[in-house]
């Protein structure tokens, strides 16, 4: 199914001057990898902090922002493990943790909004580690490791983007924070059923390309 995944050769092509850059530089792939993880955990924590005392505003632009960077950081440490060579068994750990661990924070750290259904950014968490946890044990059963849609990390970075562009724009024109909640957690509930197709399709395409 589309996923913005089947844009990463593109973005790709885009980074790859940088990415020799920093290899001559001797940045690692490891390196790229925690230190992106890092930066979503203190952003994360900091817009929780924030927002416990303060209405939407504008540093609420810097989780859209770093949700793009962060895919750059992401492409980037990719392109340093295949093309210049950086691959290692603990770098295999780093990149699969790392980001289920910063998704986990980015996406838990919108709880400090009230209009926010708790349970229900939980829920969406919850089974967005579980299509990256699928995807991880496509290989078990003989396939590659599956980036399927339609809510792929990439689709989720752009989703959780939009989401907190839409809080910050709504709060300039309205006060209604009833509307705001029936919106914003309509489109988790949407997002929710997206994930459970995308753990769907992984594992009938892994289970497909084992076959073959």
């Avoid at 913005?4 to 530089?25: E, M, S, T």
């Avoid at 910063?102 to 209009?115: E, G, Q």
């Avoid at 990439?154 to 809080?167: E, K, P, V, W």
């Amino acid at each position: 199914m589309p996923s913005i995944y089947q844009l990463k050769p593109a973005f790709q092509n885009l980074l790859r001057p940088w990415v020799k850059k920093l290899d001559h530089l001797g940045v690692t792939a490891n390196q790229v990898t925690l230190v992106a993880m890092f930066i979503s955990i203190a952003l994360a924590l900091f817009l929780y902090q924030y927002y416990l005392t303060h209405p939407p505003s504008y540093l609420l632009l810097l989780f859209p922002i770093w949700m793009l960077v962060r895919m750059a950081f992401n492409a980037i440490d990719g392109m340093l493990a295949r093309e210049f060579h950086h691959q290692s068994k603990l770098g295999a750990f780093y990149n699969e943790l790392s980001d289920v661990i910063a998704d986990t924070a980015l996406y838990s750290c919108l709880m400090t909004f009230s209009f926010i259904d708790a349970k229900l950014l939980l829920l969406v968490t919850f089974f967005a580690i579980l299509s990256e946890y699928t995807g991880v044990m496509a290989p078990l059963v003989g396939a590659e490791r599956r980036y399927d849609g339609p809510m792929g990390k990439s689709d989720r970075a752009f989703a959780f983007g939009f989401l907190a562009t839409f809080i910050f724009v709504f709060s300039l024109i309205s006060n209604r924070s009833d509307i705001l909640s029936y919106i914003i957690n309509g489109v988790l509930a949407i997002m929710l059923i997206l994930l459970m197709m995308t753990i769907y399709n992984r594992i009938k395409n892994s289970i497909q390309a084992s076959s073959i």
